[in-house]
């Protein structure tokens, strides 16, 4: 670490890392009811409506409310306490969803750990953004947003591993679910990563003598509806096509190849880890080159999520191993470029001070639009419209086909407005 002026210390390229390996576990424990859904279903007899509920608004319930408030405030606190508390509260709450034995338990525990991870991403992007050199602020972004896709492949693999390991009727303390020591075994590494959040930050905090508040955010929102307003909007329909692929994916995989949960949970994550890294890498190069052109998201967007609709149809006739491989790169890689576009998009449309709590409002924003309908109205549409071992997967294809629509004429609509509001922002910070 180095220090600015005013003596607070700064973050540097190891410290992102670091950052990126705490989002990259929380996104581990956020997922494993996406790498469960198998077990969960058959041991709660839950309907793809409940899955899709356990994953998506049992999450976001209390996760939003204190979004806005880390983003509000919560960048002002010295982040060691703030990030390595929170590492340290989820990682009891994934621990209590181990073993929760009613789907109510279930619920509760996904409350817990969206509550406890609401404060995570938006300090620690208040953070990076604070540090990052202007020409690499795409990039410093895309290392952290990247340890949050992978974060689903290593839930995955590690999820995958995990159950194939403990399907031979291991650890009877358990119940003899496997799923259950799986869970238990993924929160482990956290351990480490608590101590490390709290060593490595201590004493890091960007300076609070100029930042504004969440009403100021909100304020610039409503002022700017044409700028600010359709690039929501384009973002949170880019998340929820995300994040009904990252929910569903294994659970696709398991119906329509017939492969076992285990293995479907590797597939998946072995693809994941290759394609959220280059999704999300190429599209923070191509946002840098975009940004200091002074064009704006709407390209690299539409190109990630055109490569997202094509392997969301593909997946929805896909009956073999390899076909679902094909699909599942084209989905993560295309949906994590266009993710990435559009929080390094949301950047240059706010002066510095206002960065942290606009960072949270659209933090919680993409993540009820995302998270808190893209599984369950996955879910829906599998219930209601499909049925049959491929009825998940068109159910998907038809949720992400109408989300990417809508963000594209969104982020279209909206790249004149973008253009001109982050000139003026320039222009102002410049005077």
Request: hydrophobic letters at 60%; a positive charge; charged letters at 10%.
């Amino acid at each position: 670490m180095t220090s600015r002026p005013d003596q607070y210390p700064v973050l540097d390229v190891s410290g992102v890392a670091l950052l990126a390996a705490g989002h990259f576990m929380a996104f581990v424990d956020r997922a494993v009811p996406s790498v469960y859904a198998p077990a969960l279903k058959a041991q709660f007899h839950l309907t793809d409506t409940q899955l899709g509920a356990l994953q998506g608004p049992a999450f976001v319930a209390l996760y939003v409310a204190a979004t806005l408030l880390a983003g509000h405030r919560g960048h002002r606190l010295p982040a060691a306490p703030l990030l390595a508390g929170a590492a340290a509260l989820w990682t009891a709450a994934t621990a209590a969803l181990a073993f929760a034995q009613t789907y109510e338990g279930l619920l509760a525990a996904r409350l817990v750990l969206g509550f406890a991870q609401a404060a995570f991403a938006p300090a620690a992007l208040a953070l990076i953004v604070a540090a990052a050199p202007p020409e690499r602020l795409s990039r410093w972004v895309s290392m952290f947003t990247s340890g949050s896709s992978m974060g689903r492949s290593g839930a995955l693999l590690a999820g995958g591993l995990a159950l194939g390991a403990f399907s031979g009727g291991l650890l009877s303390a358990f119940g003899h679910a496997p799923w259950r020591a799986a869970i238990v075994l993924l929160t482990l590494p956290n351990l480490l990563l608590v101590a490390l959040l709290a060593w490595r930050l201590r004493g890091l905090r960007p300076s609070p003598s100029d930042d504004q508040g969440l009403g100021n955010a909100i304020a610039r929102l409503a002022a700017r509806p044409a700028g600010l307003g359709l690039h929501f909007l384009a973002s949170g329909c880019v998340i929820l096509a995300v994040q009904a692929a990252a929910a569903w994916a294994p659970s696709i995989v398991n119906r329509a190849c017939g492969l076992p949960a285990a293995a479907s949970a590797l597939l998946a994550g072995a693809v994941v880890l290759v394609a959220a890294p280059s999704g999300h890498l190429a599209a923070g190069w191509l946002m840098d080159r975009r940004l200091r052109a002074g064009g704006g998201p709407v390209l690299v967007l539409a190109g990630g999520l055109a490569l997202a609709v094509l392997g969301a149809v593909l997946l929805a006739g896909a009956s073999t191993p390899a076909v679902a491989a094909a699909a599942l790169f084209l989905i993560t890689a295309g949906g994590g470029g266009a993710a990435l576009a559009a929080l390094a998009g949301l950047q240059p449309l706010s002066p510095s001070p206002l960065r942290p709590p606009m960072n949270g409002l659209y933090l919680a924003f993409v993540t009820v639009a995302g998270l808190g309908f893209g599984p369950l109205l996955t879910g829906v549409v599998s219930d209601r419209l499909f049925a049959g071992p491929h009825g998940l997967a068109m159910a998907l294809a038809l949720v992400t086909t109408l989300a990417a629509a809508l963000a594209a004429l969104a982020a279209a609509l909206g790249a004149r407005p973008w253009r001109r509001l982050a000139r003026e922002t320039l222009e102002t910070a410049s005077a």
